[in-house]
């Protein structure tokens, strides 16, 4: 889950005691035990040596300012406008508003101002309208809205607080048709619509009854059919469908049986390819070429680490995809006439978004825009030149006191699980360390569980370790990145397996010789923040401190009060209540925080629909009640996850003078 009104009830619900709730990872192991071992991952990775970290030496290193790392801005979403400008949505503001960027880069223009995150942003072809998604304060239910190209007043062009209505968006060749999807307030069923931009007449195409997510991708060049893509609430399968606008007939095109996950990126401009991610056999996604006359999927460039399919260049005769290896990106063009990829000479890190959509085609093809950020690099927009090489910087959205130089360096570290299960991690070595065992250790786990902690700037992360504390960011099973069984080995087992994941993360750095085993902490949000109050309860004496952010604390109320879709997403991963009661209860951080040893700082949105409030309250009772230190800090409209500046910048102030307080403390 990454980044809604609940009730605020302060009822503590029972603690349910089970046999040897806590675990110390010293004793042997049961292989009986649940979840899954998954021995070697894809694909195997050589070992880290803990010998081999080092603490390089920097006379003038120096605690980079929490405030300036919030003022380093970053940006959710990005497009070529027709005219070779480029549309983008950062935080410049402390807001997520949208900008233009001139020509070969400048200061942005800004295009609207408001409270609430501008999300999904898309231009028409014709250039005279950009439309985007806005909800309040964080609660989840969008509404659509368009300004034109130039700047001017926003206009709603839904309105409905009942229902929300949300990108990804597709835009009809004409300008004049935009495809969404569609959610009733109380429904866990997402359906397909589309949205007349002259009349404002909204059409629901589908009328599905499952609990589905439908994502628009794109239009045929004709604006006969909508391209999208069906996925189940659980996230496990996706399939591509092709819908008629004019009677809402729908016929799949890829996934199915054969096929579990076939996600659709682009639809070439001539309508006769698609590009896909496309599961195989082993259980890694690659990115194919589906040429829609013939059925026959060309692989871009088939390797061992997952891939994403990407957008086509304007003449279709390009397409672009990108290679997540082992947290780090690199990029391919594929010729589609000649079948054949070559891989572009792009800065280290993240050069791609989630969605697929970046790198993107300029509108004469000759360039890319693409993100960029590594765990030393603020992020920006660059572009490539396709026929000279050259990258250029297109924003600068850091601050002078952001230094790269002097930021504390990050490597991908591979290591040994309790039971051999091999586990990659983001390490950010602070800078001037001895080698005497005296550091403190902060473990991030990340959200998700469906996700992937991968190297990108992190301001809080850059907030520690500019202040000397060791930090990893595991990917443990139940991550992204390495394979279908590798996503799944967490399933009912959530926070056991994976906890030893997280927990063999601090151990390397243990055997480095540089950090102290007392002063161990942990902070993460959502599955992250799960992650940190299971930590602290069944793991008592291994953890010093710890920082939890919108985390759920029992499965079973979170699911009850959770979103209709969140719902489905946490039944895929436990299983039924009703039918399971005992594995809700066993992976609950409320059966063992109890034990809790560690100061806690609880932080958390008012308004979140993922993780309601209510979590965030059962736990600071439940700690109180059993006089443990803990304290909270509840922000008034926000979501799942922190999005206002300010907001931001306190939490992080809270976090890292929580750890001062418990971590860097002679004990």
């Not at 006439?337 to 280290?348: I, S, T």
């Not at 601050?399 to 360096?409: H, T, V």
């Not at 390495?482 to 243990?510: C, H, S, T, V």
């Not at 992650?531 to 029992?554: H, L, S």
Request: hydrophobic share 40%; with cysteine.
């Amino acid at each position: 889950m990454n980044r809604l009104a609940t009730s605020r009830a302060v009822l503590m619900m029972g603690v349910c005691a089970l046999a040897a709730p806590t675990f110390a990872q010293t004793d042997r192991l049961n292989p009986d035990r649940p979840g899954t071992a998954v021995l070697t991952g894809t694909p195997a990775r050589t070992l880290t040596d803990p010998r081999s970290l080092t603490s390089p030496a920097k006379a003038d290193a120096r605690p980079v300012p929490v405030a300036d790392l919030f003022f380093t801005r970053s940006s959710y979403f990005a497009s070529w406008l027709p005219d070779g400008q480029v549309l983008m949505a950062p935080d410049i503001t402390g807001r997520i508003n949208l900008w233009r960027v001139p020509k070969g880069g400048g200061f942005p223009l800004q295009l609207q101002q408001s409270e609430d995150k501008s999300f999904f942003p898309i231009a028409t072809p014709d250039g005279k309208t950009i439309v985007y998604a806005s909800d309040k304060g964080g609660a989840e239910i969008y509404d659509i809205f368009a300004i034109p190209a130039n700047g001017g007043e926003a206009v709603n062009l839904t309105s409905t607080a009942e229902v929300t209505e949300s990108g990804p968006f597709a835009v009809s060749m004409d300008s004049r048709l935009l495809a969404f999807n569609t959610r009733e307030k109380t429904s866990a069923t997402s359906n397909l619509a589309v949205i007349d931009l002259r009349t404002r007449k909204v059409r629901v195409l589908t009328d599905d009854k499952e609990a589905v997510y439908w994502l628009p991708k794109g239009f045929s060049p004709d604006g006969r059919y909508v391209y999208a893509n069906r996925m189940p609430n659980s996230l496990a399968n996706s399939s591509v469908w092709r819908v008629e606008v004019s009677t809402g007939k729908a016929k799949q095109i890829a996934g199915g049986a054969q096929a579990p996950f076939e996600a659709l990126t682009a639809v070439s401009p001539d309508g006769k390819l698609l590009s896909l991610t496309s599961e195989n056999a082993a259980g890694l996604r690659q990115a194919v070429v589906l040429d829609l006359a013939s059925g026959q999927r060309a692989a871009v460039n088939p390797g061992p680490w997952p891939q994403v399919a990407g957008v086509f260049s304007p003449d279709g005769r390009s397409v672009v995809a990108s290679a997540n290896v082992n947290g780090r990106d690199e990029v391919y063009v594929f010729d589609v006439a000649a079948k054949r990829a070559r891989r572009l000479a792009l800065p280290d890190g993240r050069v791609s978004d989630p969605f697929g959509l970046l790198p993107a085609f300029s509108p004469d093809g000759h360039q890319l825009l693409f993100p960029h950020s590594s765990g030393s690099a603020p992020f920006d927009y660059w572009t490539h030149d396709l026929t000279t090489g050259q990258t250029t910087r297109l924003t600068r959205l850091s601050l002078a006191s952001i230094d790269p130089d002097a930021l504390p360096r990050t490597s991908v570290v591979n290591y040994k699980s309790a039971d051999g299960t091999v586990v990659s991690a983001i390490l950010w070595m602070p800078w001037n360390l001895k080698r005497d065992g005296s550091a403190p250790v902060v473990v991030m786990p990340h959200g998700g569980p469906t996700y992937q902690t991968t190297d990108e700037f992190d301001r809080l992360a850059t907030a520690l370790s500019s202040r000397g504390y060791i930090v990893i960011a595991p990917n443990p099973r139940g991550s992204t990145g390495y394979g279908r069984a590798f996503e799944i080995a967490n399933r009912k087992d959530l926070g056991g397996r994976d906890l030893e994941d997280e927990a063999a993360a601090a151990k390397l750095l243990i055997a480095s010789g540089y950090a102290d085993p007392k002063k161990i902490g942990i902070t993460g949000g959502s599955y992250g923040g799960f992650m940190t109050a299971m930590a602290i309860g069944r793991m008592p004496d291994f953890w010093a401190a710890a920082v939890a952010q919108y985390g759920i604390v029992d499965w079973k109320t979170m699911r009850e009060r959770a979103s209709p879709a969140l719902r489905e997403y946490v039944t895929a991963l436990l299983g039924d209540p009703a039918i399971d009661p005992e594995v809700y209860k066993r992976t609950s951080p409320m059966t063992y925080l109890r034990d809790a040893k560690a100061p806690l700082l609880v932080l958390q949105g008012t308004n979140d629909i993922r993780v309601p409030a209510f979590e965030a309250e059962q736990m600071v009772k439940v700690l109180k009640d059993n006089g443990r230190i803990v304290d909270a800090k509840f922000y008034p409209e926000e979501g799942h996850g922190f999005v206002k500046r300010e907001n931001q910048i306190d939490a992080a102030v809270r976090t890292v003078a929580w750890f001062d307080k418990y971590l860097k403390k002679e004990r």
